[in-house]
C-alpha cells in the first residue's frame, strides 16, 4: 500500500494523530533519543508484519519492545532478576534495552520466535508522550530500510519511508546517534549482545559483564541472534566502506595515496586539514562518533561515494558501539596498518 506520508510535529495535536494511527494498526517514525524507530503496537501481528515489510527486512530479527514508564514492565515480561531491577532504576529510561522471557501477549513475529524479548523505556520526551497518548507498547526498529545506515533525524526517515508509512515525528537530532545497548542475563552475569551509549564500564558496576562475540564477529548465516542489528551487513551506505585501523600518521598516508574518482575519507576531526582527497569527518571523541556516524555515512550516498576509507574508532567505552556499528557497515572489511 501506498501512502501520502505526512511530516508531523511534538504538538499535542500532531503526537494526538501520531496515537490514533498507532491504535488503528498503522506504523509511524518515531524519535528517541538513540536513533529514530519505526513504531507499531508491538501486541498487533498484523501492525508489525507491517514493519517488516516498510523496511524491507527479513522476519528473523527480534524487535525492540518500548513502554512509557517502568511499571509497565512485568505486563510484558517475567521471570525479572533483581539485577534488571537496579540496572532499570539506574539507566531508565535511557538508551538501554534488557532482554527477558517474554509473556504470551507479546507475539512470535515482534520476539522473531523467541521466547524472550528486549523492552527499553526511552527517555526521549515525544517517544514517550506518543506511547503514553496511543495506550501501546510499541515496537520500533530502526526507520531506515534495512541495512541501510540508521536514521538519526525526519528528513532520513523520509527519504527512506516517504511513501511507506503513513507518519514520520519530527523530534529533532538524535543526540546519542547509536541504538541502545542491548543486554541478557545468564547465571547473574550481564551479557552485553549489543554495545551503545551505555558502555560495558558502566555496566560492570552492576556485576560482571560478558561479551557476546558478535559485537566484533559476524553471525553465521542462518544464525539466530538474540539482538537487533547483529547480522553481517547492516548500516551500510551504498559506498563500499573499508576500515583502516591505525594511527593518525598511518592512516593519513594510506588514504593520501588512494585518490580517485569517488573516493573518500573518513577521518577524525583533527586528521581532516591533512587529508588530501575529499573527506567527511566525524568526530574526535566517541560521543561525537557515535553521534554522527550515520549521519556520514548517509552523506556519503548523497555525494555518489564509492569507496571509503574510514579512521577506526577507540574499541572503549562508546567507542566500542561505534566500532561495532563500522564493522556492520563495512562487511568486516577491516585493513590492520
Given at each position: 500500500?501506498?501512502?501520502?506520508?505526512?511530516?508531523?510535529?511534538v504538538s499535542d495535536k500532531d503526537i494526538g494523530?501520531?496515537?490514533?494511527?498507532?491504535?488503528?494498526?498503522?506504523?509511524?517514525?518515531?524519535?528517541?533519543?538513540?536513533v529514530y524507530g519505526l513504531a507499531a503496537d508491538a501486541e498487533n501481528a498484523g501492525a508489525v508484519k507491517k514493519?517488516?515489510?516498510?523496511?524491507?527486512?527479513?522476519?528473523?530479527?527480534?524487535?525492540?519492545?518500548?513502554?512509557?514508564?517502568?511499571?509497565?514492565?512485568e505486563e510484558y515480561v517475567c521471570n525479572i532478576p533483581e539485577i534488571a531491577y537496579k540496572l532499570a532504576e539506574r539507566f531508565w529510561p535511557g538508551p538501554l534495552t534488557m532482554v527477558l522471557p517474554k509473556r504470551d501477549r507479546i507475539p512470535d513475529v515482534t520476539s522473531a520466535g523467541l521466547d524472550t524479548v528486549g523492552i527499553r523505556i526511552p527517555y526521549?520526551?515525544?517517544?514517550?508522550?506518543?506511547?503514553?497518548?496511543?495506550?501501546?507498547?510499541?515496537a520500533a526498529p530502526s526507520a531506515n530500510l534495512s541495512g541501510s545506515p540508521s536514521p538519526t533525524s525526519a528528513l532520513h526517515v523520509m527519504n527512506d519511508m516517504n511513501g511507506r508509512i503513513p507518519a514520520v515525528v519530527d523530534g529533532g537530532c538524535c543526540p546519542v546517534g547509536v541504538e541502545s545497548t542491548v543486554i541478557s542475563f545468564e547465571n547473574g552475569k550481564i551479557r552485553?549482545?549489543?554495545?551503545?551509549?551505555?558502555?560495558?564500564?558502566?555496566?560492570?558496576?552492576?556485576?560482571?559483564?560478558?561479551?557476546?562475540?558478535?559485537?566484533?564477529?559476524?553471525?553465521?548465516?542462518?544464525e539466530q541472534?538474540?539482538?537487533?542489528?547483529?547480522?553481517?551487513?547492516?548500516?551500510?551506505?551504498?559506498?563500499?566502506?573499508?576500515?583502516?585501523?591505525?594511527?593518525?600518521?598511518?592512516y593519513l598516508d594510506y588514504v593520501n595515496s588512494r585518490g580517485g574518482e569517488g573516493v573518500y575519507a573518513m577521518p577524525f576531526d583533527s586528521d581532516r586539514e591533512y587529508c588530501k582527497i575529499p573527506c567527511i569527518a566525524y568526530g574526535d571523541?566517541?560521543?561525537?562518533?557515535?553521534?554522527?556516524?550515520?549521519?556520514?555515512?548517509?552523506?556519503?550516498?548523497?555525494?555518489?561515494?564509492?569507496?571509503?576509507?574510514?579512521?577506526?574508532?577507540?574499541?572503549?567505552?562508546?567507542?566500542?558501539?561505534?566500532?561495532?556499528?563500522?564493522?556492520?557497515?563495512?562487511?568486516?572489511?577491516?585493513?590492520?596498518?
Open positions: 500500500m501506498a501512502y501520502k506520508t505526512k511530516l508531523l510535529s494523530y501520531a496515537a490514533k494511527l498507532l491504535a488503528e494498526g498503522e506504523v509511524v517514525g518515531i524519535p528517541t533519543e538513540t514493519i517488516f515489510e516498510a523496511k524491507g527486512r527479513p522476519q528473523d530479527n527480534p524487535l525492540i519492545v518500548h513502554l512509557a514508564d517502568v511499571s509497565q514492565l526521549h520526551e515525544a517517544a514517550r508522550r506518543l506511547i503514553k497518548a496511543s495506550g501501546k507498547a510499541l552485553l549482545l549489543r554495545p551503545g551509549f551505555i558502555s560495558a564500564e558502566e555496566l560492570s558496576e552492576f556485576g560482571e559483564v560478558i561479551c557476546d562475540r558478535h559485537i566484533t564477529e559476524a553471525a553465521a548465516e542462518g541472534v538474540r539482538s537487533p542489528g547483529m547480522k553481517y551487513k547492516h548500516y551500510s551506505p551504498k559506498a563500499n566502506v573499508t576500515i583502516i585501523d591505525g594511527g593518525r600518521e598511518a571523541t566517541s560521543e561525537e562518533q557515535a553521534a554522527r556516524l550515520f549521519a556520514a555515512l548517509r552523506e556519503f550516498d548523497d555525494i555518489g561515494a564509492k569507496q571509503v576509507y574510514a579512521r577506526c574508532p577507540s574499541q572503549n567505552g562508546v567507542g566500542l558501539a561505534v566500532y561495532n556499528r563500522l564493522l556492520r557497515a563495512a562487511g568486516f572489511e577491516i585493513i590492520k596498518l
